[in-house]
Structure formats: structure tokens, C-alpha cells
């Protein structure tokens, strides 16, 4: 694979765990179990029936968790650092062709800290849409969120580039955001 190829391929799907962690590792393991998707080494686990299966069970309580009120703030506490880790890990497998520092240098500094931003920006929104509906918002964020996890999957598989550049929009627009609210975190 062409290395700007993969590696957006990478920062496309590390971004994607910023709106649920588990949502690109299922769309990965569709993607090679029914659409011949060619993994990288470290990512061949996810080519088992079993292994999807288990993913899909643990996407959709994920995604149901969401779902409540509060419970998706308290939720926020372990998926920021471990959207971190799953976007470093995701965007370093994809850049396996790169010397191993500037490799997992990149992963972090990349794709961790758009996992990052992305989380951090999805846990104020609905931290502010909580607190100002009593909750009530929360079906409609969480329904969001999901839905743009698993689009920005499907798009880092099927156009990578596009992707890439939608990242950078959505990164962006959440650096803009977050900056003009100093107290936001």
C-alpha cells in the first residue's frame, strides 16, 4: 500500500474512535471477513468470525450505553484515554512501513491526539446538551455520534484521502471550538 494511503487510512480510523472506540475494529473486521480488506500484520486478529462477532456484541453495548443519560458522561473518564490508545494503535499498524520510531511517533502524535480531540470535543457536547436538557438530548448525541464513528470508517476504508481531509475539517473545527471556550475542559 502507498504509504499516504495507509497512514490516512490510519488517521481516519484513529479519529473514528473519537466518536466510539469500538465502531472501526468492527468495520475493519467486516471489511476483511466480507470486502477481501487487506490487513496490516499486527491487525490480522481481526480476521476470525469469532472475533467479529464478539465486536459486534461489544459495538452495540457501547453504543447502547450512550444512550443514558449520565451514564455516557461517566463513560467519557475511560473512553478518553482509551480512544487515545486505540487511535495510536490503529494509526501505527497502518504506518508499519515506516522506520518503528518515527512509526509509533507519528501514531501518537497523530493519530492518538485526533482520537483525543475528537473525544474531548464529543464528551463537552454532551456534557453541555445534558446539563441543558436534563438528559433529554442524549438519544439525539449519542444517535450522532455513532453514525459519524461509522461513516468515518467506511470512508477511511473505501476513500482514504477523502477521509483524511474530512479529519482535518472535523480537527479543525474542534480546535476552533474548544479554543474559544477556555473553561470548556
Do not use: H
Not at 474512535?17 to 466480507?34: D, N, Q
Not at 467479529?52 to 484515554?81: C, H, K, R, S
Request: hydrophobic fraction near 55%; aromatic fraction near 10%.
Amino acid at each position: 500500500m502507498n504509504a499516504l494511503i495507509s497512514l490516512s487510512i490510519g488517521v481516519g480510523l484513529s479519529s473514528s474512535t473519537g466518536f466510539r472506540i469500538l465502531v472501526p475494529f468492527a468495520c475493519l473486521s467486516a471489511a476483511a471477513l466480507y470486502g477481501g480488506f487487506a490487513l496490516p500484520a499486527d491487525m490480522a486478529w481481526l480476521d476470525s468470525f469469532p472475533v467479529f462477532i464478539g465486536l459486534l456484541v461489544a459495538t452495540t453495548l457501547e453504543i447502547a450505553a450512550f444512550y443514558v443519560p449520565w451514564v455516557n458522561d461517566a463513560l467519557d473518564t475511560v473512553e478518553f484515554p482509551a480512544a487515545v490508545i486505540a487511535g495510536t494503535y490503529l494509526t501505527g499498524a497502518f504506518a508499519a512501513d515506516l522506520p518503528t520510531l518515527l512509526q509509533w511517533s507519528m501514531a501518537l502524535a497523530v493519530g492518538g491526539s485526533a482520537a483525543g480531540t475528537i473525544q474531548g470535543m464529543t464528551g463537552v457536547t454532551r456534557f453541555a446538551t445534558n446539563s441543558a436538557t436534563g438528559g433529554c438530548a442524549s438519544p439525539v448525541t449519542a444517535s450522532l455520534e455513532w453514525m459519524s464513528s461509522v461513516m468515518l470508517s467506511v470512508l477511511s476504508l473505501t476513500l482514504p484521502l477523502l477521509a483524511l481531509l474530512l479529519v482535518v475539517m472535523i480537527l479543525l473545527f474542534a480546535l476552533r471550538r474548544l479554543s474559544k471556550r477556555p473553561n470548556a475542559l
